[in-house]
């Protein structure tokens, strides 16, 4: 008789109280035969928290990997598993998808356990639009790769989503005030769920003053919710800079439009080029 595999589910911790963790959470914990788990002492923590005795596993970044196979041979020979992050949902800027990919490659059942996420759970108390969204993850650490991974994203119009570390808050808003301009509401969460749950409100130039001022808001990771491109007034400014471009290249070579574009509009000039030549008004130089 062919053996039965077993499942692995995919079980949403809470981000911060845990309070939050649902009856079907505790359940599935309890009963599957290992649990994969991002950082061992949290997970310890919570299940102690819920009277939890369970076998755990190391699963992180750093031996995703390697780990995966023996926890794929697990399921082939019908143990259940489950696999959690230290808080919030697994594989939301957190190890778990080569896992689950390979699951999915090979038709094990794969059966997600919802529940908490900070990026939606900033969302739904950010007041910014959240009929469309955008989640970013964490941005690259470097300010040129940051600048120009902020500059891809530019011209979307969701509400965009971000983690960052509390440590790097205050120059990845300076670079969102620089590459986005400072005109987009932009909110910062921080220690969600928690007893010092704090939500900040103001432009990217002012939260980052705000937050190098204050050192309680660079402790920890934070979510940074940005308005995203297409308001009416925005638009405009859009359409003001597409003229602006076009009468100077009839003149002048792209990068010297751009350039001059740029300082009579107050837009970014690597913008305005790339607008140029999806315009077709140069050639790349």
């Given at each position: 008789?062919q053996?039965?595999r077993?499942?692995?589910y995919?079980v949403?911790?809470?981000i911060?109280?845990?309070?939050d963790m649902s009856?079907?959470a505790?359940?599935?914990?309890?009963?599957?035969?290992l649990?994969a788990?991002?950082?061992?002492?949290?997970t310890?923590?919570?299940l102690?928290?819920c009277?939890?005795?369970?076998?755990?596993v190391?699963?992180?970044?750093?031996?995703?990997?390697?780990?995966?196979r023996r926890l794929?041979?697990e399921l082939?020979?019908?143990?259940?598993?489950?696999?959690v992050?230290d808080?919030g949902?697994?594989?939301?800027?957190?190890?778990?998808?080569s896992?689950?990919?390979a699951?999915?490659e090979r038709?094990l059942s794969?059966?997600?356990?919802?529940?908490p996420s900070?990026?939606?759970c900033?969302?739904?108390?950010?007041?910014?639009?959240s009929d469309r969204f955008?989640?970013?993850?964490?941005?690259?650490?470097?300010?040129?790769q940051?600048r120009t991974w902020?500059?891809?994203v530019?011209d979307?119009?969701?509400?965009?989503i971000?983690?960052?570390?509390g440590?790097?808050a205050?120059?990845?808003?300076a670079d969102?005030?620089?590459?986005?301009?400072d005109?987009r509401?932009?909110?910062?969460a921080r220690?969600?769920?928690?007893?010092?749950?704090?939500?900040?409100?103001?432009s990217?130039s002012?939260?980052a003053?705000?937050?190098e001022?204050d050192?309680?808001?660079?402790?920890g990771?934070?979510?940074?919710?940005?308005e995203?491109?297409?308001?009416?007034?925005?638009?405009?400014?859009?359409?003001?800079?597409?003229?602006?471009?076009?009468?100077?290249?009839?003149s002048?070579?792209?990068?010297q439009?751009?350039?001059?574009a740029?300082r009579l509009?107050?837009?970014?000039?690597?913008?305005l080029?790339r607008?140029?030549l999806e315009?077709?008004?140069?050639?790349?130089?």
């Open positions: 008789m053996q039965t077993g499942v692995l995919v949403a911790t809470p911060g109280n845990l309070a009856e079907r505790r359940k599935i914990l309890a009963e599957v035969d649990i788990a991002e950082d061992t002492r949290q310890l923590r919570l102690n928290h009277g939890i005795s369970a076998t755990l190391s699963y992180h970044d750093h031996n995703e990997t390697s780990v995966s794929l041979a082939e020979q019908g143990r259940n598993l489950a696999l992050s808080a949902t697994p594989l939301v800027s957190d190890p778990g998808y896992l689950v990919s699951a999915r038709n794969v059966v997600p356990i919802p529940g900070a990026a939606i900033a969302l739904s108390a950010a007041g910014l639009p955008l989640f970013l993850g964490f941005p690259p650490r470097s300010k040129p940051r902020l500059d891809g530019a979307e119009p969701g509400t965009l971000l983690y960052e570390s440590r790097r205050v120059a990845t808003l969102l005030a620089e590459t986005l301009g005109s509401r932009v909110v910062l220690e969600l769920t928690k007893r010092f749950e704090t939500f900040l409100f103001g990217a002012e939260l003053r705000r937050v001022e050192e309680e808001q660079q402790l990771e934070l979510v940074i919710l940005v995203g491109r297409g308001s009416d007034g925005e638009d405009a400014g859009l359409a003001e800079q597409e003229r602006v471009l076009r009468i100077l290249s009839e002048l070579p792209l990068s439009s751009a350039a001059l740029a509009t107050g837009a970014k000039k690597n913008r080029y607008l140029g315009l077709g008004l140069g050639d790349a130089d």
